[in-house]
């Protein structure tokens, strides 16, 4: 039996209601917590089987991303995605932009890179 159900990516981000925005409006991701209420500084969004936690530290305590630090780690979450064909045209057609199109990369990877809200890379993929 298995004891460990899932993982999440932490990023910290700028603002909660424009990255909630990203994931809810271009990625069709649903809010699974927000608080605190009233004024919110954290939240987890999710789809499917995944979820990601977002959250506002202070103003001086920014987003950090991957490829800011390290360009050739541009990836900050590798989603595995069984049909990922499929998913990069429901995206292409709600406009969101990808860093890297539908394509074998070099890791002979199938599927797509896009950065949200924060730059934070993420890619939606399976092995080729």
């Known amino acids: 039996m298995t004891n460990l159900n899932h993982i999440m990516p932490f990023f910290i981000v700028d603002q909660i209601p424009a990255s909630v925005s990203f994931y809810v409006d271009k990625l069709g991701f649903e809010v699974h917590h927000i608080g605190p ?3 919110p500084f954290w939240a987890i969004v999710g789809r499917d ?3 990601i936690m977002l959250k506002g530290i202070t103003p001086d305590v920014k987003p950090a991303p991957n490829h800011t630090r390290h360009p050739w780690a541009a990836w900050d979450a590798y ?3 069984a049909d990922p064909e499929t998913l990069f045209e429901e995206w ?3 406009g969101v932009t990808f860093r890297q199109p539908l394509q074998v ?3 002979n990877l199938f599927g797509f890179e896009l950065a949200d809200a924060d ?3 993420l890619f939606f993929g399976r092995p080729e």
Request: hydrophobic share 30%; glycine share 16%.
């Open 37 to 39: 209420d009233g004024d």
């Open 105 to 107: 990369n070099g890791d």
């Open 92 to 94: 292409k057609s709600r």
């Open 49 to 51: 089987n995944i979820a």
């Open 79 to 81: 989603i595995s995605v």
């Open 119 to 121: 730059g934070y890379v």
